[in-house]
């Protein structure tokens, strides 16, 4: 991981892992920092949406929210 300010990266082998038997998706792990630093817990909701240069946006959704 590389931290600069609020930007992280991160390798893909870091955050995505193939799942046997199926090619069509892959698990995403959220990286504890990033959790924690945008107040995610385990089991909340979150969006995820791609960046205009490729980047993964992680935020959380609180409830009622769409």
């Not at 300010?5 to 892959?26: A, L, R």
């Amino acid at each position: 991981m590389t931290n600069t300010n609020d930007k992280h990266e991160f390798s893909f082998d870091e955050v995505f892992q193939e799942i046997p038997g199926d090619k069509e998706n892959i698990n995403m792990t959220i990286p504890p920092s990033i959790m924690e630093k945008a107040d995610i817990k385990e089991g909340d909701t979150v969006r995820v949406t791609m960046g205009d240069y490729g980047q993964v946006l992680i935020e959380k959704v609180e409830n009622g929210e769409e």
